[in-house]
């Protein structure tokens, strides 16, 4: 399998030493695939979008096997930051429009909002306890001159028919319970909430168990090859045979499995530190007291949110490497920043931090749907680090298709992604688009604690 980045970032041995991972008990063990095997649909990956592809096909009756090469929630979908909300393309909406036209975009923009239900609706259906915070999120104008751009989007998302937010000025943050000496107002959307990720993604997997899915845990495909009419997925220690193969892996994805993905995706890292609790007073020094999820307006954005057991949780992205050293670096990264846009709490140590891979297009649009001449291949990823709401929507949606319900996919979700430009060179426009961004952000000064 070729992978982008070091192997640090792929072993499946070690959980990382997530916040998540220590509030959750010691997880089911399953089984990994031994010998040869059948089923009418196979899933590679068992994340938040490979389990919903799961669920949705055995409960329609069809036989279901999901290979996981570590345990289910051990990507992204049990490290994310836990907001379900709108995103997951890497372009606003003004250049949507351009590219795909209004009406591909008000369906996207329908898509989004129905994810974010769609998460709901599971946590209702499947009975999930994960720890659901209040409605809404807020981006948060990182300098002045970010309001007026901030407002222009929300009015042009509004015009294609998303949810209205309200703009708010900086010195209407502190009664919204989000002020902060770096934030100059900011907009508030009403969709969305958060939620603990591994809960959600454990909770999946228990469900898709009941429904009779087959999950197999330390179970790396290394070989996707076609095989009498359908696929044959190659494992360390069996294979399987299915009609339809369907690949979820994101970011975690090999270049080679299938050919078709080399130089599609490009990986990239999310990291995110955990303080320890905080007080009541803690929080009001800040003036950042609110549940609601929040992130800045910064190209290379910071997300950020109150847990419920009182702990702050503060994501960036940035991190080049996922090696030791670079990690290590990247931790005091996160902390420097976390600590310029909250100087308040500089004494509130870190109890965790932790990163993971997110996964960007060519297209810089997520995808879903048959892979191009590969009769019985399917794929879903690219949700640009905001995966939870659409991984969940469209991985169901995929689901429902392959049982043989008509597609129900925006459009823009259906077209292949585009391949990069010098796709070897990847990680270096990725860290040359790095650089652009921090350039254009400005430079990110510690403000006083008061
Ligand atoms: C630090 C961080 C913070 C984030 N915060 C948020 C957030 O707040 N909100 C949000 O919406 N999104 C967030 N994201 C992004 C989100 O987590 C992902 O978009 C989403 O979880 C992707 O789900 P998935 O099922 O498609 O992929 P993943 O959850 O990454 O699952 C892919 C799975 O495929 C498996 N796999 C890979 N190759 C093979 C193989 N050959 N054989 C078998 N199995 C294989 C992997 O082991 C992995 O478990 C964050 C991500 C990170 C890393």
Known sequence: MRRLYEP??????????????????????????VGAARAEVAVIGAGITGLSVALALAERGASV??????????????????????????????????RFGEGETRAFLRFQ????????????????????????????????????????????????????????????????GLAGPQFHGGVLGPVGFALHPLKYSLGLATAARAAGVRLHAASPVTALAPDGGGWRLTTPGGSLQARHAVVATNG????????????????????????????????AAQGFTAATMAYDSRRLLHYFRHLPCGRFLFGTRG?????????????????????????????AATERVWSGL??????????????????GLWA????????????????????????????????????????????????????????????ADGRLRRSPAR
């Open 252 to 283: 975690y994805a090999a270049e080679d499995l299938p050919d078709w993905l080399a130089g599609r995706t490009l990986p990239a890292l999310s990291s995110i530190l955990v303080t320890r609790p905080l007080t009541p007073a803690e929080r």
């Open 65 to 98: 096997a999901v290979l996981e090469a570590a345990a289910p929630g051990w990507g992204a979908s049990g490290r994310a930051g836990g907001f379900a909300c709108v995103g997951s393309a890497a372009l606003d909406e003004a250049a949507l429009a351009r």
């Open 380 to 439: 879903a990823f690219g949700w640009h680090g905001n995966g939870i709401a659409p991984g969940t929507r469209a991985g169901a949606r995929l689901g429902a298709e392959i049982a043989g319900d008509a597609p129900a996919l925006p459009g823009l979700m259906r077209r292949p992604p585009a391949c990069f430009p010098l796709p070897r060179l990847r990680r270096l426009l990725l860290a040359l688009a790095y650089a652009g961004a921090r350039l």
């Open 113 to 176: 909002e129905a994810a974010v239900a769609a998460v709901e609706a599971a946590l209702d259906r499947y009975r999930i306890a994960a720890d659901r915070g209040p409605d809404g999120e807020a981006c948060l104008a990182h300098r002045p001159g970010a309001l007026p751009a901030l407002a222009e989007r929300a009015a042009i998302r509004a015009r294609l028919g998303a949810a209205r937010a309200r703009v708010l000025r900086r010195d209407e943050l502190a009664e919204a």
């Open 358 to 375: 997110v996964c960007l297009t060519g297209s810089l649009t997520p995808f879903a749907g048959p892979v191009p001449g590969a009769p």
């Open 319 to 347: 991190g080049l490497s996922a090696a030791a050293a670079a990690q290590a670096r990247m931790a005091a990264r996160v902390r420097t920043e976390f600590e310029a846009l909250f100087p308040a709490w500089a004494g």
């Open 8 to 33: 640090d970032a792929y072993d499946a041995s070690r959980w990382p030493d997530s916040h998540w991972a220590a509030t959750v008990p010691p997880p089911a063990a399953d089984a990994p695939l």
